[in-house]
Antibody, heavy 113, light 110 residues
Framework: EVQLVESGGGLVQPGASLKLSCVAS????????MSWVRQTPGKTMEWIGD????????NYAPSLKNRFTISRDNAKSTLYLQMSNVRSEDTATYYC??????WGQGTLVTVSS | DIVLTQSPVLAVSLGQRATMSCRAS??????????MHWYQQKPGQQPKLLIY???NLASGIPARFSGSGSGTDFTLIIDPVQADDIAAYYC?????????FGAGTKLELK
């Protein structure tokens, strides 16, 4: 069974950094592009970016490119999202997705002092 | 960025047909490939892929769901609507980065 499990969310202060993880199982992780998508409390969906199966290429939403970094460790079947200088508007549920179907259950990030 | 416009709410009766639209601010098609996808999201759950490339049913999705369209106008149809289909439905384009989503259509019972 294909599974994606995100972790690393929580309450974080404005200006801080946070790293989210997504552990994949049930498929050959290194064969797939992977993406991060977030959903605000108001239910707006925003594509954050994606990464090529071997990690050699990344693509970001321009509005997030300077603060967010996507990486992966294929040996650990894990996708990462490094968030820096977080703002209140980054408060959202963060999902990893394989794009051709499976999504994780999401991890909630709340940015507040 | 490509803007996707969806109607916020659609009210339907059980057993009837639900037709939802998604209009793009520019074409999301390349030749005959229509890079529009549809997701269903129930409260408290992650989105689930229903339709990919405008008209292809994702794995495990019932045949009462169908999609059509090309260029800038796309449609998701549920026929007949069942109680389990009450959810929010989002379209997403992958024609041009950033791969934007619509604001979603909330399917409600009439």
């Amino acid at each position: 069974e294909v599974q994606l499990v995100e972790s690393g969310g929580g309450l974080v202060q404005p200006g801080a950094s946070l790293k989210l993880s997504c552990v994949a199982s049930g498929f050959t992780f290194s064969d797939y592009w992977m993406s991060w998508v977030r959903q605000t409390p108001g239910k707006t969906m925003e594509w954050i970016g994606d990464i090529k199966y071997d990690g050699s290429y990344t693509n970001y939403a321009p509005s997030l490119k300077n603060r967010f970094t996507i990486s992966r460790d294929n040996a650990k079947s894990t996708l990462y999202l490094q968030m820096s200088n977080v703002r209140s508007e980054d408060t959202a549920t963060y999902y990893c997705t394989r794009g051709d179907g499976p999504w994780g259950q999401g991890t909630l990030v709340t940015v507040s002092s | 960025d490509i803007v996707l416009t969806q109607s916020p709410v659609l009210a339907v009766s059980l057993g009837q047909r639900a037709t939802m639209s998604c209009r793009a601010s520019q074409s999301v098609s390349i030749s005959s490939i229509n890079l529009m996808h549809w997701y269903q999201q129930k409260p408290g759950q992650q989105p689930k892929l229903l339709i990919y490339r405008a008209s292809n049913l994702a794995s495990g999705i019932p045949a009462r769901f169908s999609g059509s369209g090309s260029g800038t106008d796309f449609t998701l149809i549920i026929d007949p609507v069942q109680a389990d289909d009450i959810a929010a439905y989002y379209c997403q384009q992958s024609r041009e980065s950033p791969y934007t989503f619509g604001a979603g259509t909330k399917l409600e019972l009439k």
